[in-house]
C-alpha cells in the first residue's frame, strides 16, 4: 500500500515568511510524529499525536511552532516567522498502534521529508 | 543526555563482506524497544529491524541482525554479504515505554560505503 506522503518536498522560503508543511501518513495507522533532521544529525523529535489528539508536544522548540492533525489523518506542521535556524529537513512517521499499546506493533514509518531552506 | 551513540567514523567494506555497526544506548527503563533505519542518499528512512527489551533472542531481518547485549546496553547492527546497495547512513534509534512515550531517540548514525 501507498506509504507516507509529505509536501513540499522542498520549501525554500524567506525569512520572516510562514510555512506548512503537510503529512499523510499511511492508511489506518493511528500515531503521527514530526521530527527534524538536521545535516550530519539524526532525527530529533518535535511532536506527535494519537488519532486527532496532540500527546506530546515537548519538542516544539518555541512558540512558532504549531500542528494539529484536525480530522485524527493528515497533519500540518507551521513555522511562524521564520528564520534561518528553522533550516532542516523536516520529517513525519505515521505507526499502527495508539499511546499505550505494546511496544511491538509500534515501528514508525517515515514519509520522504521536507527540505526548508530559510534565506 | 545523549540516549544513543554512535561513534563509529565512515567505513569502508567490501562487497559481500560483513559489516557491524556499533550502537550503545542509555536508559534506566526495564522496558524499551531498539531500532535500525537505514537512509540511502536519496534521504529515506528505510526501517531496517527492531529488538525488544524481552526478547531473548537476537533480531534478524533477512541480511540483517541485531546483535543485543543487554547488560552492555548495545544493540549493533551487522549486515551480512555486503551489497552495493547498502551504501548509506544508518541510524540506530530507542524508544522507551516508561509513561507511555512514542518519541524515537536517535543516534547520529554510522556511515556505510560498500566498494566492488
Known amino acids: 500500500g501507498a506509504g507516507v506522503s509529505q509536501s513540499p518536498r522542498y520549501k525554500v522560503t524567506k525569512r520572516g515568511q510562514d510555512v506548512a508543511l503537510r503529512c499523510d501518513p499511511i492508511?489506518?495507522?493511528?500515531?503521527l510524529y514530526w521530527y527534524r533532521q538536521a545535516l550530519g544529525q539524526g532525527p530529533e523529535f518535535l511532536t506527535y499525536?494519537?488519532?486527532?489528539?496532540?500527546?506530546?508536544k515537548s519538542g516544539l522548540p518555541n512558540d512558532r511552532f504549531s500542528a494539529e492533525r484536525p480530522e485524527g489523518s493528515i497533519s500540518t506542521l507551521t513555522i511562524q516567522r521564520t528564520e534561518q535556524r528553522d533550516s532542516a529537513m523536516y520529517r513525519c512517521a505515521s505507526s499502527l498502534a495508539a499511546w499505550g499499546a505494546p511496544i511491538d506493533t509500534d515501528t514508525q514509518y517515515f514519509g520522504p521529508g521536507t527540505r526548508l531552506t530559510v534565506l | 543526555a545523549q540516549k544513543i551513540t554512535q561513534t563509529q567514523p565512515g567505513m569502508f567494506v567490501q562487497e559481500k563482506e560483513a559489516v557491524t555497526l556499533d550502537c550503545t544506548y542509555d536508559t534506566s527503563d526495564q522496558s524499551y524497544g531498539l531500532f535500525w533505519y537505514k537512509q540511502p542518499s536519496s534521504g529515506e528512512m528505510i526501517f531496517l529491524i527492531y529488538q525488544g527489551s524481552y526478547d531473548e533472542q537476537n533480531a534478524t531481518e533477512g541480511r540483517y541482525s541485531l546483535n543485543f547485549q543487554k547488560a552492555r546496553k548495545s544493540a549493533n547492527l551487522v549486515i551480512s554479504a555486503s551489497q552495493l546497495g547498502d551504501s548509506a547512513m544508518y541510524f540506530c534509534?530507542?524508544?522507551?515505554?516508561?509513561?507511555?512515550?512514542?518519541?524515537?531517540?536517535f543516534g547520529k548514525g554510522n556511515q556505510v560505503v560498500v566498494i566492488p
Open positions: 499525536f494519537n488519532y486527532e489528539a496532540q500527546q506530546d
Open positions: 492508511s489506518g495507522h493511528v500515531s
Open positions: 534509534a530507542m524508544r522507551e515505554v516508561q509513561g507511555g512515550n512514542n518519541r524515537l531517540a
